[in-house]
């Protein structure tokens, strides 16, 4: 098990490694400045150095992210059992859904912001507007892509279409679900970012913005491995989960 473990992460870790040191040499052989290109050490000593303050504003970022992508979830999930109530109905949503992805979120944020103000509710609406979507596509593609001769089996047997759907397509769409869910959970942190990058008090995008305009890069640099970190750990949380929840595809 762990040599396993050890032949799956040995690669991308030799990698970033490898990365890490050509980036040192390069900064220190030209002498950029920690202005313009900082060195991956003086990035770690800013992680280091405001800490404390990166951890107030990484929990915001995270509150948002996760009340966000736990609401499209929820409401992605009910547009795919509505979508796969009938054909007409597919038909009639399913464009609304696409046409609704066409919005550019960075032109709506400010109008929520004007909305609803500056607190937690409008960078949890950007993150559900950024997560529903997959979420909702993968499952309805999960549901319509059962076996139909399964289907048809359960109806001879008796069965209601809620009990096929309790028993057969939803157990069946779940892979799916988790493809899409994967797909959202790395949007979640930075979509909560676009959000905060229009306007709020805390949280990683005003951290970065204000670090921008400061010229203090390698602090920009600490709040984008931050965010990289949270990202990669959620899309970890969601692989954990689909391990244990549907453990016969992870094997297959």
Known sequence: MKHRWFSRLWPPLAALALILILWELLVSATHISNHILPAPGAVAAALFEYRDILAVHTLQTLLEA?????????????????????????RAIYPVLVTSQTVPMIALAPLLLIWLGFDLRPKVIIVVLYCFFPVAIAMARGLADVDPEQINLFRSMGASYRQTLKMLKIPAALPAFFSGLKIAVTYSMTAA????????????????QTSANA?????????????????????????LAERLVVPWHHSR
Request: zero cysteines.
């Open 66 to 90: 996760v009340l966000g992508l736990g609401i499209a979830v929820a409401l992605g999930v009910a547009a795919a059992l509505v979508l796969d109530t009938s054909a007409l109905v597919r």
């Open 193 to 208: 970012i676009v959000g905060e990058y229009v306007g709020a008090y805390t949280g990683l995008g005003i951290f970065i």
């Open 215 to 239: 010229h203090a890069v390698p602090l920009v640099f600490a709040a984008i491995i931050i965010t990289s970190a949270v990202s990669l750990a959620l899309f970890g949380l969601v692989g």
